[in-house]
């Protein structure tokens, strides 16, 4: 009885990996923004070679400023790469969690509380929605 149980509980708790999609689209910009922080990096390590090799320490100053700004630029891509991923993870998180309150709201016993509530009312709407497009008087003869 007790592993029955268990076994119940371990079903209703995991997810299956057919029931969340993959997020390709947004996993590409992740990689794409973090390959540009990267590309970024090689390319100021370049530009401040070649800077000091033609004009050598008269162009330090002006190196040091482009290297502060490229550098920035790199970290707030590698930044955003990371943000993207995590955007994905949180969405796969509240997919997870939709698909487990699902399972376990068909579980329970008697359904959603307050369900017979909704029905009976849209019931009532689609009634009086029928008397507006047909009366009653008109149905009754």
């Given at each position: 009885?007790?592993?029955?149980?268990?076994?119940?509980?371990?079903?209703?708790?995991?997810?299956?990996?057919?029931?969340?999609?993959?997020?390709?689209?947004?996993?590409?910009?992740g990689?794409?923004?973090?390959?540009?922080?990267?590309?970024?990096?090689?390319?100021?390590?370049?530009?401040?070679?070649?800077?000091?090799?033609?004009?050598?320490?008269?162009?330090?100053?002006?190196?040091?400023?482009?290297?502060?700004?490229?550098?920035?630029?790199?970290?707030?891509?590698?930044?955003g790469?990371?943000?993207?991923?995590?955007?994905?993870?949180?969405?796969?998180?509240?997919?997870?969690?939709?698909?487990?309150?699902?399972?376990?709201?068909?579980?329970?016993?008697?359904?959603?509380?307050?369900?017979?509530?909704?029905?009976?009312?849209?019931?009532?709407?689609?009634?009086?929605a029928?008397?507006?497009v047909?009366?009653?008087?008109?149905?009754?003869?």
């Open positions: 009885m007790g592993e029955d149980k268990r076994t119940t509980d371990r079903s209703v708790s995991r997810v299956r990996e057919s029931d969340i999609e993959p997020y390709t689209a947004l996993r590409w910009v990689t794409l923004f973090k390959a540009a922080a990267v590309f970024l990096a090689v390319a100021l390590i370049g530009e401040f070679i070649a800077g000091m090799r033609m004009a050598g320490t008269s162009a330090l100053p002006t190196l040091l400023g482009e290297l502060a700004n490229t550098a920035v630029l790199a970290v707030v891509l590698w930044g790469g990371d943000l993207v991923k995590l955007l994905i993870r949180l969405g796969n998180d509240v997919r997870a969690e939709r698909i487990l309150l699902a399972r376990l709201v068909h579980r329970t016993p008697g359904g959603m509380p307050g369900l017979a509530e909704q029905e009976e009312d849209e019931a009532v709407v689609e009634e009086l029928r008397d507006r047909e009366p009653r008087s008109a149905r009754s003869a």
